[in-house]
């Protein structure tokens, strides 16, 4: 029901930044919570942040609390993840997800909880 592309991945180096972008088509995009994951090479996929359907919820993996920030635009049916003060270990690939959360206003930090996902965006970062 909903389709998700990401864009603005790319290589930065460490203390740099990178703002990557979720535009997302198809059912209304202010009914679906939106997440961030990310998979580095060789581990698992872990979570990055989540945002309730309105904006007004977020959560942060501590590794990326303070330097990073998610935020969305319903107008624009877009999600955002604006990364700051890169490091190294923050290199993955880059996933963002969509689930359907009719009138709730959570957020949803596991996976497994997400119905949809973006076709993921590479983050590189040297040191």
């Known amino acids: 029901q909903v389709q998700l592309v990401e864009s603005g991945g790319g290589l930065v180096q460490a203390g740099g930044s990178l703002r990557l972008s979720c535009a997302a088509s198809?059912?209304?995009?202010?009914?679906?919570?939106m997440g961030w994951f990310r998979q580095a090479p060789g581990k698992e996929r872990e979570f990055v942040t989540a945002i309730s359907r309105s904006g007004s919820r977020t959560n942060y993996a501590d590794s990326v609390k303070g330097r990073f920030t998610i935020s969305r635009d319903n107008a624009k049916n877009t999600v955002y993840l604006q990364m700051n003060s890169l490091k190294p270990e923050d290199t993955a690939v880059y996933y963002c997800?969509?689930?359907?959360?009719?009138?709730?206003?959570?957020?949803?930090?596991?996976?497994?909880?997400?119905?949809?996902w973006g076709q993921g965006s590479q983050v590189t970062v040297s040191s």
């Open positions: 997800a969509a689930r359907y959360s009719s009138s709730v206003d959570y957020t949803f930090l596991l996976g497994s909880g997400y119905g949809y």
């Open positions: 198809g059912r209304t995009f202010s009914n679906y919570a």
